[in-house]
């Protein structure tokens, strides 16, 4: 009489199978976890340069043109955020037919983390940044 049952083989193709499912699935969960934690900051980010834009333009800002760095989202992960309102006049011959006359300038915000540096990309993640302009056109007084 011959036993029914699972050969050595059998068994040890199963057991291949079964963990190369298992680490793909761990790789996968761990993808997920990283792109969501990244997701967060991004937000994070773009709500801090939202925010800090606003407060240029209504005038409520210190004025501070420098790298400010400014608060972590968690304590555990410990992810400081840096940010840098820059301001950039624009110009133009008003008596030029084909010039435009702007006479505005324009409001950048630019908002990075997880380095000291906006340029400097992080290893295995890349430039971790947010930017934000608007151009302002301030009014004048019609006689």
């Given at each position: 009489?011959?036993?029914?049952?699972?050969?050595?083989?059998?068994?040890?193709v199963a057991v291949?199978?079964?963990?190369?499912?298992?680490?793909?699935?761990?790789?996968?969960?761990?993808?997920?976890?990283?792109?969501?934690?990244?997701?967060?900051?991004?937000?994070?980010?773009?709500?801090?340069?939202?925010?800090?834009?606003?407060?240029?333009?209504?005038?409520?800002?210190?004025?501070?043109?420098?790298?400010?760095?400014?608060?972590?989202?968690d304590p555990a992960?410990?992810?400081?955020?840096?940010?840098?309102?820059?301001?950039?006049?624009?110009?133009?011959?008003?008596?030029?037919?084909?010039?435009?006359?702007?006479?505005?300038?324009?409001?950048?915000?630019?908002?990075?983390?997880?380095?000291?540096?906006?340029?400097?990309?992080?290893?295995?993640?890349?430039?971790?940044?947010?930017?934000?302009?608007?151009?302002?056109?301030?009014?004048?007084?019609?006689?």
């Amino acid at each position: 009489m011959r036993r029914q049952g699972l050969t050595l083989a059998e068994l040890v193709v199963a057991v291949g199978l079964m963990t190369m499912l298992l680490l793909a699935s761990i790789q996968l969960f761990a993808y997920l976890l990283s792109s969501g934690s990244k997701t967060t900051a991004s937000m994070v980010a773009m709500n801090l340069a939202t925010t800090r834009l606003e407060e240029e333009i209504s005038g409520l800002s210190t004025g501070n043109g420098g790298v400010v760095g400014t608060y972590t989202l968690d304590p555990a992960s410990n992810t400081q955020f840096y940010y840098q309102v820059t301001r950039a006049p624009m110009s133009g011959d008003p008596a030029a037919p084909k010039g435009a006359y702007l006479g505005g300038f324009t409001v950048t915000v630019q908002v990075w983390w997880n380095s000291a540096s906006p340029t400097r990309a992080r290893p295995g993640v890349g430039l971790q940044s947010v930017q934000l302009s608007r151009f302002i056109y301030p009014r004048t007084s019609v006689p």
